[in-house]
């Protein structure tokens, strides 16, 4: 089955300075690569997602890029703010295999004032 | 638009009982799916429905069923609880096309702790 490998677990930034997270997947048919952010009490929220006929997304200061050559995935994080800090979490599914993700294990980014 | 609610917000049980969640997806979605999260495994996918029919399932014991109703209203049941099991439940919804994914959104869980 897939694998989906996260790093790192942990990430501290300054305010304003960029954070990249980094997934690895193991399933070259994996084709959906969503983002999450999830705040402390509360369920993940989708932030970004990427389809594989696709190589970069960018919304506001957030985006992400996909090498299916390399199987991996990254989240930038320009200009953070105090409210970026929260546990982000990549995931990878096939689109043809219904709504079934698999997560990596998550960073807790911190974003210092 | 209200989102996915979850009841209950929190649950306590002893060891071999049994317990019932309850999703309510946002409305017009018709694919319910639930996942496990504890801190040692993550996020885990434990089954998803579609039309009243489960679609795909994770590898989780036969203790672990669920079900969705005609309004996609659905509910997951876990008996003989086990210590293990004491995790946050979270249900996601998505407002599904046949055989294409989309964009899955969670509710705020149920944390269930086994005592």
């Known amino acids: 089955g897939e694998n989906v490998e996260q790093h790192p677990s942990t990430l501290s930034v300054q305010e304003g300075d960029s954070a990249v997270i980094k997934c690895t997947y193991s399933?070259?048919?994996?084709?959906?690569f969503p983002w999450y952010k999830q705040e402390l009490g509360k369920g993940p929220q989708l932030i970004i997602d990427?389809?594989?006929?696709?190589g970069e997304k960018k919304d506001q200061r957030i985006a992400v890029t996909l090498n299916k050559t390399a199987k991996h995935f990254s989240l930038h994080i320009t200009e953070t703010q105090p409210e970026d800090s929260a546990v982000y979490f990549c995931a990878a599914s096939v689109m043809t295999s219904g709504s079934r993700l698999t997560f990596g294990e998550g960073t807790q980014l911190t974003v210092n004032p | 638009k209200a989102g996915v609610t979850q009841t209950p917000r929190y649950l306590i049980k002893t060891r071999g009982q049994q317990v019932t969640l309850s999703c309510s997806p946002i409305s017009g979605h018709r694919s319910v799916s639930w996942y496990q999260q504890t801190p040692g495994q993550g996020l885990q996918f434990l089954f998803e429905y579609f039309s009243e029919t489960q679609r795909n399932k994770g590898n989780f014991p036969g203790r672990f069923s669920g079900r969705q109703f005609s309004n996609s209203r659905s509910e997951m049941n876990v008996s003989t609880l086990e210590l293990g099991d004491s995790a946050l439940y979270l249900c996601a919804s998505s407002y599904e096309k046949p055989a294409h994914n989309e964009k899955l959104f969670f509710g705020s869980g149920t944390q269930l702790s086994v005592l």
């Open positions: 990427i389809r594989s006929n696709v």
């Open positions: 399933d070259s048919a994996s084709n959906y």
